[in-house]
């Protein structure tokens, strides 16, 4: 009989969202006339920008006409693609080929699928709070999983410890769910850290776009030394409204290599072998993005969360409530006021305000006690949510 990977019995139920779709769901067929104020979802609100949909409209025609239609794309990406990302890289002083860029159908594939590259007996660490898909992949692969956790006391950044043991680490700046962003010096500790065990870090920069304080890198490839000991994995989702679109990219430097086998090379002959690329039409929709009239539009886009996150903050300053985030991230991570634990703040704010957010205890145990309100909301949605806030919790 054949065996399945019984790796997958090792999985925990998706038991945060899974909990709060049951808890909301409760509520409101016990409440139907108390319309819900979603303030925990990743998915964004704001549609695509023009220069992406007219660019999604022209490809459409392509695809209509016999001389300029496409069909199977490289598995790696079109090479107008590959070479608009290379040059926004080079924008900011990131010097790459176009061949060390990969166009993939979004970051959750590519933090996955990344794995095939890496050994099962190897042990992968986490820093948590942390995306939950982190550790259901590795735990579906059997991998090891070395949980570091983070808190106040480290802004949510923890800094290397050479005792720790692991050869692979995600790192995920700006954070979900913290909101938290590596600085220069600090990202830098993790690329000496993982040179120096030989270790290699997937980067997430699902959020760079989210950065603007410039001290930020908003790639880890900023940084001397990373080029032979990370991945980059982004993504257009929060960027530019893909997540019902689909798109993201993966960086492989050439020069990331261990035991003599080179990462980029594994990756091609992995992508050619298990893909056969994303579709033509959805690859010109992304060149768009990286246009100067792609990129001003986009901009305006994150300035509507932007201004979401200076709501909820506001509110949280005048409540005197800790929190982090929500400045170079669209995510704002607080301290559950009055001692109360994730799961407790969570049911307050939906029985009595109508507010959900985010339990923090569902990103790993330190998370226990901290809370996380997303910005991609609609500003009328944020602003009533963030008023009745207020109302809430001005006298404790
Ligand atoms: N990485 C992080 C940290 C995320 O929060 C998300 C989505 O919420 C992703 C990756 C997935 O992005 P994509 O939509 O490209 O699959």
Avoid at 24 to 34: C, I
Avoid at 86 to 103: I, K, M, Q, S
Avoid at 169 to 183: H, Q
Avoid at 260 to 268: H, S
């Amino acid at each position: 009989m054949i065996r399945p990977n019984m790796h997958y019995a090792d999985l925990k139920q998706s038991y945060l969202f899974y909990r709060i779709a049951q808890k909301t769901k409760a509520y409101s067929e016990a409440n139907p006339e108390k319309h819900l104020y979603r303030m925990g979802i990743g998915d964004v609100s704001q549609p695509l920008c023009p220069a992406v949909i007219s660019a999604l409209h022209a490809a459409v025609e392509d695809q209509a006409d016999a001389d300029r239609f496409h069909g199977y794309m490289p598995e790696c990406g079109a090479a107008f693609l590959r070479e608009a990302i290379a040059a926004h890289y080079a924008e900011r002083g990131v010097a790459l080929a176009p061949d060390e860029v990969f166009v993939s159908s979004g970051a959750s594939d590519e933090l996955g699928d990344i794995l095939d590259l890496f050994d099962r007996d190897s042990a992968c660490l986490v820093i948590e709070p942390a995306y939950p898909a982190y550790v259901g992949a590795n735990v579906m692969a059997g991998r090891r999983i070395v949980h570091l956790a983070s808190g106040i006391e480290d802004g949510f950044l923890p800094a290397p410890d050479p005792k720790l043991e692991a050869e692979l680490i995600y790192i995920c700046s700006p954070n979900n769910p913290t909101g938290a962003v590596f600085s220069r010096l600090q990202l830098q500790s993790w690329v000496d850290w993982a040179n120096a065990r030989g270790a290699v870090i997937l980067f997430d920069a699902a959020y760079e776009a989210f950065i603007e304080d410039e001290t930020l890198p908003h790639s880890i490839f900023e940084l001397p030394g990373a080029r032979t000991c990370a991945i980059e994995i982004c993504s257009l989702s929060k960027t530019a409204g893909f997540t019902g679109t689909r798109l993201g990219y993966t960086v492989i430097p050439k020069d990331l290599e261990r035991h003599g086998m080179n990462f980029n090379g594994m990756w091609v002959s992995n992508r050619t072998t298990k893909t056969n690329g994303v579709s033509y039409i959805i690859q010109r929709g992304a060149a768009a993005v990286f246009t100067p009239e792609g990129q001003r539009q986009i901009r305006e886009t994150i300035s509507i969360y932007k201004n979401n996150a200076r709501v909820l903050t506001e509110a949280l300053d005048a409540l005197g409530i800790w929190y982090t985030g929500g400045k170079n991230a669209p995510y704002i991570w607080l301290r559950c006021p009055g001692g109360m634990d994730s799961w407790e703040f969570f049911d307050r704010l939906l029985h009595e305000i109508q507010v959900v957010g985010t339990p923090g205890e569902g990103f790993g145990a330190c998370g226990e006690g901290f809370f996380r309100f997303s910005t991609f909301g609609s500003p009328e949605e944020t602003m009533e949510a963030a008023n009745r806030l207020r109302r809430l919790l001005k006298n404790g």
